[in-house]
């Protein structure tokens, strides 16, 4: 398995309120993902990075950001958590080049409730 | 951009009988075409890729899938399925932008094996 966790696994937060979950990566890849998990939806796209300190927007990265100091590190951030945002967080990350033939690996998944 | 659509939300099929999980795509550029496997309350590993070539893709755990560019399909077959095969199964698509391979995913399709 690759070298993926997610932290924290289960979190309940009240509507308002900051939240960042942390992506880390032991495997020295390049690109790292976040995607958000709702029923019907499949994963959508919220963030990405290629580098440190290189990151680009996704399908639904409205009220998220996003910061990646160090290769092995990603944090996701909803600066004022809603309930819409309620979901599953899934990290992945892929080996570089980041060839669209690549296989991306997925972390453990972080369970968010917004109250 | 791509779309995928995955046609069946929940499959419910008896143990030890064939099963097909059906997947279609579009998109303006080729792609390559992947199906990941989701066990409950864990991530999303990979079943199989498409990459180029032979149209039958073989993946783990006895399943494969089908390639048919007229009809932009990649459908998911298992001749016996087990207990075991019980989850969710994604299909999803890639095309490489300047930054990396972006994955879109269907909406899922659940696979419930019965006694």
């Known amino acids: 398995d690759a070298g993926i966790t997610q932290s924290p696994r289960h979190k309940v937060t009240e509507t308002g309120t900051p939240v960042t979950l942390r992506c880390h990566q032991t495997?020295?890849?390049?690109?790292m993902y976040w995607y958000r998990q709702d029923p019907g939806h499949g994963l959508r796209l919220i963030h990405y990075?290629?580098?440190?300190?290189?990151?680009d927007k996704g399908e639904v990265s409205d009220g998220y950001s996003v910061s990646r100091s160090k290769t092995e590190d990603f944090l996701l951030t909803l600066e004022s958590a809603t309930s819409s945002q309620t979901s599953v967080y899934f990290c992945?990350?892929?080996?570089?080049?980041?060839?669209?033939?690549?296989?991306?690996?997925f972390g453990p998944g972080t369970r968010l409730l917004v109250l | 951009a791509q779309s995928v659509t995955q046609l069946d939300s929940q499959v419910p099929v008896f143990e030890e009988a064939p099963v097909e999980l059906r997947c279609n795509y579009s998109?303006?550029?080729?792609?390559?075409l992947f199906w990941y496997v989701q066990y409950p309350n864990q991530g999303l590993q990979l079943l199989l890729k498409?990459?180029?070539?032979?149209?039958l893709v073989k993946g783990i755990n006895g399943f494969e899938a089908e390639f048919n560019k007229s009809q932009t399909s990649f459908h998911l077959r298992k001749p016996s399925v087990h207990i075991s095969d019980t989850a969710e199964y994604f299909c999803?698509?890639?095309?490489?932008?300047?930054?990396?391979?972006?994955?879109?995913f269907g909406g899922g399709t659940r696979l419930m094996v019965k006694p």
């Open positions: 998109s303006s550029v080729s792609v390559y």
């Open positions: 495997e020295n890849h390049r690109y």
């Open positions: 992945a990350i892929s080996e570089s080049p980041g060839l669209a033939e690549e296989t991306q690996y």
């Open positions: 498409y990459l180029s070539g032979s149209t």
């Open positions: 990075s290629y580098g440190v300190k290189d990151t």
């Open positions: 999803a698509v890639s095309a490489h932008n300047n930054a990396g391979n972006m994955l879109t």
